[in-house]
Nanobody
């Protein structure tokens, strides 16, 4: 299983970005995909995830109402739409594939992509 994250960049507070995670074919049929982030000096945080079977979703409290996860099986891609961005959203964002169910527990994810940096600043 391979994952490729992209879409990070510099954005002003209140702005939006959409991250993409392209995965190996058939991955989304068997694995849940999660987005995680890690800011300098902080622990890795589960941001959002989507389960493989029913597409159930999870959002961390800090992003609820602002971020939306979605998937396009035809394009082997999982998206993270991030709106109303705040400086505290600044981090390297990673996508990962693992347990079929939607879970924010990083230890349940076996495959990780490289990160994409999101910077929210004036």
């Amino acid at each position: 299983v391979q994952l490729q994250a992209s879409g990070g960049g510099l954005v002003q507070p209140g702005g939006s970005l959409r991250l993409s995670c392209v995965v190996s074919p058939w991955t989304l049929d068997y694995y849940g995909v999660g987005w995680f982030r890690q800011a300098p000096g902080k622990e890795r945080e589960g941001v959002s995830c989507i389960g493989s079977t029913d597409g159930s979703t999870y959002y961390g409290d800090s992003v609820k109402g602002r971020f939306t996860i979605s998937r396009d099986k035809g394009k082997n891609t999982v998206y993270l739409q991030m709106n109303s961005l705040k400086p505290e959203d600044t981090a390297v964002y990673y996508c990962a594939a693992g347990a079929a169910r939607s879970t924010p527990a990083a230890y349940e994810y076996d495959y990780w992509g490289q990160g994409t940096l999101v910077t929210v600043s004036q």
